[in-house]
């Protein structure tokens, strides 16, 4: 039997006389994740003793929470495949995933999925959990991914994506020369018409917004720093498309795979709060190998 995912926290002063439902809002524990305890095999207890939400609360009240165990989806299997971990503690990760690995298995990659990957690296580690990826990437783009290790954490995670709280920087590589030292693309990204995988910049889409700065530029392609400021699925790939300058290798987009043999875009830098301990981290990830042969190859302006 697996470790189930548990808070505990001291009621202080302020909590005396405080309906336990009203201080585990407080707390940003969801009304769903309240449902599932009360349902699906978790409890709440206070100072040892298992109550309903409607306790009410004493100061130095010791409170623990204890989640239903998670299991992943019928379709979802682990594998032992090797993880390139950054960061971990009890609550989340943070993985370099490498180019040619699916965030979620597809029907044409069913098996090496960073999710099966995690899966087995939970059920070795007897962790009673599924797959929660914060921050995905597309198959062919490598770089730093953010995972929750519980829905709780993601749930908090997601309220901090939504306010802009995790942030990202990508390098890519982009054919031809951009002019501009810096700039900002605001286009609306909508699914193409007859495409389940491509995008487009197009009027009715979703509003979308990349931040790029040059970091060098090169004969025939430029390296460029990109930070997005929304997070729509190819939005680096269709607003470097769109500007002219598409990634070298993303043949998708226009691109060609002369120099590489896919879209040279990493995501080299990740930082967030942690939703728990409430305090900021920042994560990189140097170039991978088949970036940087390029960046060796290429005659420097």
């Given at each position: ?242 500007l002219g300058h598409t ?17 040279a875009l990493h995501c ?34």
């Open positions: 039997m697996g470790k189930n995912f548990t808070l505990e926290y001291t009621a202080g002063a302020a909590d005396q006389g405080k309906m336990l439902r009203e201080y585990l809002k407080e707390k940003e524990i969801s009304k769903s994740a309240l449902t599932d305890i009360k349902f699906k095999g978790g409890f709440i207890a206070v100072n040892g003793q298992e109550v309903n939400v409607r306790y009410i609360l004493k100061a130095s009240d010791y409170v623990r929470i204890e989640f239903p165990p998670e299991i992943p989806s019928e379709g979802l299997k682990g594998e032992e495949i090797p993880l390139e971990i950054i960061y971990e503690d009890e609550h989340l990760l943070v993985v370099n995933k490498p180019s040619g690995m699916n965030t979620i298995p597809s029907r044409e990659h069913p098996y090496g999925s960073l999710a099966s990957a995690l899966i087995g690296y939970y059920e070795r580690g007897g962790l009673s959990a599924t797959t929660h990826i914060v921050t995905r990437l597309d198959r062919d783009t490598s770089g730093l991914v953010l995972i929750a290790k519980h829905s709780h954490v993601h749930h908090l995670f997601s309220k901090q994506q939504r306010a802009g709280g995790v942030k990202r920087r990508y390098e890519a590589l982009a054919e031809g020369i951009i002019e501009m030292d810096k700039g900002t693309i605001e286009e609306p990204i909508a699914r193409k018409q007859d495409s389940i995988i491509e995008r487009e910049v197009h009027p009715d889409g979703q509003y979308a917004c990349t931040l790029f700065e040059i970091i060098k530029r090169y004969e025939d392609f430029t390296h460029v720093s990109l930070r997005l400021l929304t997070g729509r699925t190819h939005q680096i790939r269709v607003h470097m498309s769109y990634l070298l290798g993303d043949t998708l987009y226009g691109g060609v795979k002369n120099k590489i043999s896919r879209q080299c830098e990740l930082s967030f709060v942690h939703p728990l301990l409430h305090k900021e981290l920042q994560f990189n990830a140097s170039l991978p190998t088949d970036m940087n042969e390029v960046l060796e190859k290429g005659r420097s302006l």
